[in-house]
């Protein structure tokens, strides 16, 4: 990956780099790629992580993918952003770890009724450390960090994040 987006970058040197937020660990590591390969243009600076775009009602990440979900499970798919939410409800209490907050966000999507004929299960929520990428456990109160996390409805991977302790 770091030599194409090099020659990318290269190849168009007033580029002005925009990656939205969700999935925040490729937006992240881009950052660190033009730091890491020395490019000259675009700096790190002109790498723009922008907020994820949601459906306004739902609060759905918007995504190519939800196109491949039915209606019934179009109903079910917020329940991602809503476990994640949960999680970062807790994040300001004191002793608040980052398997807390994995349980918090995992034991939301276990908590929902699922209509009959949808499948849903959970893929896994991280909690991780904003530069290092490294998962967090034990205390994040104060820390900088994202809480990721996916899960499949049906045949279809939803993934989303939220930032907890820094903004865009």
Same mark, same amino acid.
């Given at each position: ?74 109903? &079910? ?11 970062? =409800?807790?994040? #300001?209490?004191? +002793?608040?770890? +980052?398997?807390?907050?994995? =349980?918090?966000?995992?034991?939301? &999507?276990? #908590? %929902?009724?699922?209509?009959?004929? &949808?499948?849903?299960? %959970?893929?896994?929520? =991280? ?10 456990? +034990? ?5 900088? &960090? %994202?809480?990721?996390?996916?899960? !499949? %409805? ?11 302790? !820094?903004?865009?």
């Amino acid at each position: 990956m770091h030599i194409s987006v090099k020659k990318i970058f290269n190849k168009h040197s007033s580029f002005e780099s925009v990656s939205p937020s969700s999935p925040c660990l490729p937006s992240v590591t881009h950052k660190a790629v033009l730091k890491d390969l020395l490019i000259s243009h675009p700096t790190p600076d002109n790498m723009h992580i922008i907020p994820t775009t949601r459906d306004l009602s739902t609060n759905l990440a918007l995504s190519s993918r939800n196109a491949y979900l039915s209606p019934q499970e179009m109903e &079910v798919a917020p329940i991602l952003y809503q476990a994640l939410s949960a999680a970062k =409800e807790g994040y #300001s209490e004191d +002793g608040i770890t +980052g398997e807390v907050l994995i =349980e918090r966000a995992t034991s939301t &999507v276990d #908590s %929902v009724q699922v209509p009959e004929g &949808v499948d849903m299960k %959970v893929d896994y929520f =991280e909690v991780f450390d904003k530069e290092t990428f490294e998962p967090v456990r +034990g205390p994040v109160r104060g820390r900088k &960090v %994202v809480i990721a996390g996916a899960i !499949w %409805v049906g045949k279809t991977r939803l993934i989303d994040n939220l930032l907890l302790g !820094w903004d865009m």
